[in-house]
């Protein structure tokens, strides 16, 4: 398989997304992707992100892989969720209060920071609206951020969250304690709970 054909086939795994990174860990050299863009089979739509022209462009999916340390929270992950109905007019992530937030992510998101022992807390896959798997908080520590962030989110927001929450069948109250006390919101996700159930 010569170089194009096997750039070619990796787009098709990736559903007609592709890096300039990943170039490197497929030992072949930019310029193919340069050919490729030429021949008119991709379209560059952001620094180092390119898609297939047949592809519906996947910002939540390519921002991610540009920036793998983004996990999708607070009013993004409620929309993931279905905790809310509202689309997010940004995306909103955390990062690691270490972490340094490149321009590029400041304009297309809403940064929330938080300690680097408590980054990887609840993270699990979802999927985008375009079927590409993601990094999101799970349900339990989504409704802790926002419970914790709720002078910075619509409080109609945050209703409507807690009040779907405590209607899914999945819920689990014990994990939702344990994160709330690591996120330091205990006593306001009990006082929460105790009004809506």
Do not use: W
Request: positive net charge.
């Amino acid at each position: 398989m010569n170089y194009l054909e096997k750039l070619e086939d990796f787009i098709k795994q990736k559903n007609g997304t592709i890096l300039t990174s990943d170039l490197e860990d497929l030992n072949i050299p930019r310029i193919y992707l340069s050919k490729l863009v030429d021949m008119g089979k991709l379209e560059r739509v952001s620094r180092g992100v390119y898609v297939s022209p047949e592809t519906i462009e996947d910002e939540m999916y390519y921002m991610q892989c540009k920036y793998p340390r983004i996990i999708y929270s607070h009013e993004t992950a409620l929309f993931l969720h279905n905790l809310t109905d509202r689309t997010p007019f940004e995306y909103s992530a955390t990062v690691s209060s270490s972490y340094k937030v490149v321009k590029n992510i400041c304009e297309n998101f809403k940064i929330y920071y938080i300690k680097n022992d408590l980054h990887s807390l609840g993270i699990t896959d979802s999927m985008t609206s375009f079927g590409n798997k993601i990094k999101v908080y799970n349900v339990e520590r989504t409704i802790c951020d926002i419970v914790r962030s709720r002078n910075k989110i619509d409080i109609q927001i945050v209703n409507e969250a807690l009040k779907r929450y405590i209607k899914l069948t999945s819920t689990d109250y014990a994990l939702l304690i344990q994160y709330a006390k690591k996120l330091k919101v205990e006593k306001l996700i009990k006082n929460y709970m105790e009004v809506l159930l």
